[in-house]
């Protein structure tokens, strides 16, 4: 399952990430883990969560992002929620037809493995195809 939240630069996309987080603590068994860019929400993510920040791991390209979730998910088969701060900064091709292979592998991903993802991307939703609105 994914769940996209999309907005302009400010529009409090990062906070409404954090308050699905808090909720996923309080309900969810598994392992939690938080990918952002940079070094930003270092000291608003709960010690519980596995947080990750994607530039010390040199996450570049489309291909990387998805052998990056991959791997973390080969190292704990306990992982039941992901979540994803500033996505389309990860990635190098944001074109609207990369994005929708994107959403649709770690949405084929996640039902494979039984996880979920939560993202939160800076950009203007009008005019977007349904093969990435369906995730809002």
Do not use: C
């Not at 309900?27 to 993510?45: A, Q, R, V």
């Not at 010690?47 to 040199?58: A, C, E, K, M, Q």
């Not at 292979?101 to 770690?106: D, V």
């Amino acid at each position: 399952m994914v769940k996209l939240i999309m907005g302009l630069k400010g529009s409090g996309k990062t906070k409404k990430l954090i308050e699905l987080l808090n909720a996923a603590i309080e309900s969810e068994n598994g392992d939690i883990i938080f990918i952002e860019k940079d070094k930003k929400l270092t000291y608003d993510i709960p010690y519980t969560v596995r947080l990750i920040h994607g530039s010390d791991y040199g996450i570049s390209t489309n291909q990387l992002f998805k052998g990056f979730v991959s791997g973390i998910h080969a190292g704990n088969y306990d992982i039941t929620h992901m979540f994803i701060d500033n996505f389309l900064r990860m990635l190098d091709d944001t074109s609207n037809e990369a994005v929708s292979e994107m959403l649709a592998w770690l949405d084929e991903f996640g039902e494979k493995e039984n996880i979920k993802f939560t993202i939160s991307a800076s950009a203007d939703a009008a005019g977007l195809p349904e093969s990435i609105t369906k995730y809002f």
